[in-house]
């Protein structure tokens, strides 16, 4: 389950970066720059750590102790995902915010909650990321503070392979033509995408 939530992880940062370079491109070949400025936010660095055990295990359990597994010396007895730690300088030291939840097409907050401005640009990332990979994946469960995101879900058609963890949910990818809702990032001509809903 680690090493899918860390899969996961990787392949959210790189989506993420993806669309950045989209953007950049776009407003730097654009003939007049965007009214708006674009948001910074990155998904938060990690890594698996393995943890070997160094002497054998008592394989002899008292009567009241439940048996111990048998762990040589040498094996690995645990596994654990590092992630960098999620902080930012906010109103009320409010650090971690749900901005898009998997099951949805927009922000989780409403217009006056803390973070949803970024929400809305979280949902015209998903907008790109839908429509270059014509159709096939998106990030959600955007999460995190208003610098570092974490633990994302990547959403895609499922053919017989659940590629990236249980949380994704297909049905949302069938119907964001449909239920996404464009805002003014999505609108504005130098990205050049169509306008849904």
Not at 90 to 106: L, M, S
């Amino acid at each position: 389950k680690l090493l899918n939530e860390s899969n996961v992880l990787y392949w959210a940062k790189s989506l993420l970066n993806f669309t950045y370079e989209y953007i950049d491109h776009c407003v730097n070949a654009a003939p007049s720059p965007p009214s708006f400025q674009i948001p910074r936010v990155r998904f938060v660095d990690a890594g698996i750590a393995l943890a070997f055990s160094h002497h054998s295990s008592n394989t002899q359990a008292t009567s009241k102790q439940a048996p111990m597994a048998d762990v040589k010396a040498g094996m690995f007895s645990a596994v654990y995902l590092l992630e960098e730690r999620v902080t930012s300088d906010t109103p009320d030291d409010q650090t971690f915010t749900k901005f898009i939840h998997n099951k949805d097409y927009g922000p989780s907050l409403d217009e006056d909650e803390y973070g949803y401005d970024l929400a809305v640009f979280l949902a015209f990332t998903q907008h790109i990321q839908y429509a270059k990979t014509e159709g096939l994946a998106f990030i959600s469960d955007y999460q995190g503070s208003t610098e570092l995101l974490t633990d994302p879900q990547i959403l895609t058609h499922r053919e017989g392979n659940d590629l990236f963890g249980d949380g994704n949910i297909a049905s949302v990818v069938d119907d964001f033509e449909a239920k996404h809702l464009c805002n003014h990032y999505c609108k504005w001509p130098g990205f050049g995408l169509k306008v849904y809903a």
